[in-house]
Structures are given as structure tokens and as C-alpha cells.
């Protein structure tokens, strides 16, 4: 695919402000505390110098009326839809975005995702061709949980594309297909795969890169299994994850076990170096990252079985509950599409009375 070039703006060495994109940026986002209030505002502020900004904000009362106060004429800010159902509040924070942007092409994008001018760019001309744009995240800066997990993001580039907390879509699309399922874990796959389940069309450049800042290392910690429990909706990534533990343990059990696992870990440094080095990554990954691809592979062996446990017992807590659905096949999305006429769909987003056939069905 030829990549879209950023225009600049017209005029630019007169011109006071960018020219803004005809685009929407939503933000879903449920705040726990104040922790990054001010960079978050910053990043806000010059967002919306580029296009308009939506963020449906599901923080508790206090919270909300604090960035109520603190985004007041930058940003359009609203509560969820209370009309929505659902137990994965971004996928109602989504749907309630969504339905209210006021362009055609709109980014969506987690909290921690910070887009640049000429990325919005990007994903703006990706989307005259497609109905769906899956990026490619970096994090920067690289504390040492941030450089583990990004030895899954470079086998991820050689394995079909990574998976960011950010997407471009058509809003047309999104609306027509109803949204999405706001019961699923793995949101951002749930999406993909209802755009495909609708007909539509999706790209995923390699060479579209946006900063995403690390999360907190307790948050990363807590979320290793949950993260492989997504998984449930990939079985051949599951198993090849199940696969790893036994594995390990023959070639533990051979003559020579520690030759054996060093070639079968230089072969997994040597593949993560590939995908870090696919369009360009090596300007955004740096080049000590593929290094952590062995330890993610053995970490991410143990979480898998530990995930499957979780299946067996329900689910994954979630939401004061627990989801057992990571992501529906998009078989069992196209044959829900063919059961709905399409006033029903456009119903789901703006009122969130979805049709119960698509609850009733497993």
C-alpha cells in the first residue's frame, strides 16, 4: 500500500494555526484519580488545535467535574450514553463517541495514546480507501516493563501486525454495523473483526507509528494473564502459547538442554529483530528491544495456562463480574448481520436498545 503523505498546511509560514482535519478524535476514558491530569490536558489542548476532540469521560462524579473544569472550551465532554448497555465501558465510552462525532473519519484512541499531526494525517487519507486503520503503538519512554512488553509487539509485526490502543474508522461503517459488542474483553479485535464481518475493509500499516506512554508497572503486572486470556479468541495463538511450557520442559529434558534453548532463543530474538526492523521500526524500537522477545514468549507460555484456568472457571473478573467472551469469531459476527435489518442496527448506537437475538446467542 502507497503510504499517504501528511499535507502541510496551507500557507504554513503565515498561517497563526494549522489548518484542522475534517475528523473526530474519540477518547473513552475512566480516570481513578489525577495522575497525569495536567500532561493529559496538555496533549488535549494541542489536539484540538488539529480536529475535534470528543472525550466520553466514565470517571466517578468528583472526577468528572474536575476535568469538566480543566477542558472547558477545548474539548467536547460528555458522560456515556446512559441508554447503552454493557459491561466493557470503553465499548459504551466508543459507541457514545462515535454517534456523536461530527465527520466522517474518527480516530479512536485510549488515554495513553498520544497522536502527532502528521499521523492524524495518515490515518485521515488511509480512511478515504478503507473503513478501518489499525496502527502501529511505540512506547516511549521505555521503562523496563514497557521494553518487556515490547518483545510481543515486534513478533506481533512479523505475524500479521501488532495490536494498539488505537484505531481509525469510517463513521458511516460504524454506524451501519451497529458498533460493536460491549460484552467482549478484547475490544479492539471485537471491532476489527465486525468491520470484516460487515464487508468493510481494514489496513494495518507497519509503518504508521504513534507514541503510547507506559502504564504503571503495577498495572502491568496485574494485567499479564488477563492480556493472555485474549487470547481465548485467537485458539491458534492460544495453542501455540500452551505449546510453550511443554516444549520447554523436553528440551529441558535432552542431553544437551541449555544449547537447545539457547538456538530456540536466539531464533526468537532473531525473528522479534525482524519485525522490529519492518518499515522502518528501527527508528521507534530500539535495537536492544528484540532482546526481550525470549522472556515474553516463556512469560506468556505460563500466563496461557493460567488464562485457560480462568475460562474454566467462568472467566476473567471484570466490572464486578466475570466476561468470558474475549472475542467473537467472525463467522458468528457475519451470521448476526444477516439476522438484523438495518434500522435496528443504527438503533443499537443511538439508543443502545440492541436487538435481543444478540444477546441471546453464545
Known amino acids: 500500500m502507497t503510504r499517504p503523505t501528511a499535507a502541510p498546511p496551507r500557507d504554513e509560514g503565515a498561517a497563526s494555526a494549522p489548518v484542522r482535519l475534517p475528523m473526530a478524535y474519540v477518547l473513552p476514558l475512566r480516570a481513578h484519580d489525577d495522575g497525569g491530569l495536567d500532561e493529559l490536558t496538555g496533549y488535549l489542548r494541542e489536539l484540538s488545535r488539529w480536529v475535534d476532540v470528543v472525550v466520553v469521560d466514565g470517571s466517578a462524579p468528583e472526577l468528572f467535574a474536575r476535568h469538566a473544569e480543566a477542558w472547558r472550551g477545548l474539548v467536547r465532554h460528555v458522560p456515556p450514553d446512559p441508554a447503552l448497555r454493557g459491561r466493557n ?22 488515554d495513553d495514546v498520544r497522536y502527532d499531526r502528521a499521523a492524524l494525517c495518515a490515518v485521515h487519507q488511509l480512511l478515504d480507501g478503507v473503513d478501518l486503520v489499525r496502527p502501529q503503538n511505540h512506547f516511549d519512554p521505555l521503562p523496563w516493563h514497557a521494553w518487556w512488553d515490547t518483545g510481543r509487539t515486534l513478533l506481533a509485526r512479523v505475524f500479521g501486525g501488532d495490536w494498539p490502543g488505537t484505531l481509525g474508522v469510517r463513521r458511516s461503517t460504524f454506524l451501519a454495523m451497529g458498533g460493536y459488542d460491549p460484552d467482549v474483553l478484547f475490544e479492539n479485535l471485537e471491532l476489527v473483526r465486525t468491520v470484516r464481518a460487515y464487508g468493510g ?19 502491568f503486572l496485574g494485567q499479564r494473564v488477563r492480556q493472555a486470556y485474549d487470547e481465548t479468541a485467537r485458539p491458534v495463538w492460544l495453542l501455540a502459547a500452551l505449546a510453550v511450557l511443554p516444549a520447554t520442559a523436553v528440551a529441558l529434558a535432552t542431553r544437551r538442554p541449555g544449547l537447545l534453548l539457547l538456538r530456540v532463543g536466539l531464533a526468537t530474538v532473531a525473528v522479534a529483530e525482524l519485525g522490529r526492523r519492518r518499515a522502518g521500526g528501527a527508528r521507534v524500537f530500539p535495537a536492544h528491544t528484540s532482546l526481550a522477545a525470549p522472556a515474553w514468549v516463556l512469560e506468556r507460555g505460563l500466563c496461557a495456562w493460567l488464562a485457560v484456568g480462568r475460562r474454566l472457571r467462568g472467566g476473567v473478573p471484570y466490572a464486578g463480574a466475570r466476561m468470558r467472551t474475549a472475542a467473537h469469531p467472525t463467522r458468528v459476527l457475519r451470521r448476526r448481520m444477516t439476522r438484523r435489518r438495518p434500522d435496528d442496527l443504527v438503533l443499537w448506537v443511538e439508543t443502545g436498545a440492541l436487538p435481543p437475538p444478540l444477546r441471546a446467542e453464545v
Open 201 to 219: 475493509s481494514t489496513a494495518t500499516p507497519a509503518w504508521l507509528y504513534v507514541r503510547r506512554l507506559p502504564p504503571a508497572a503495577a498495572h
Open 89 to 110: 465501558g470503553k465499548v459504551l465510552g466508543v459507541l457514545t463517541g462515535v454517534a456523536l462525532a461530527r465527520h466522517e473519519h474518527v480516530v479512536i484512541a485510549d
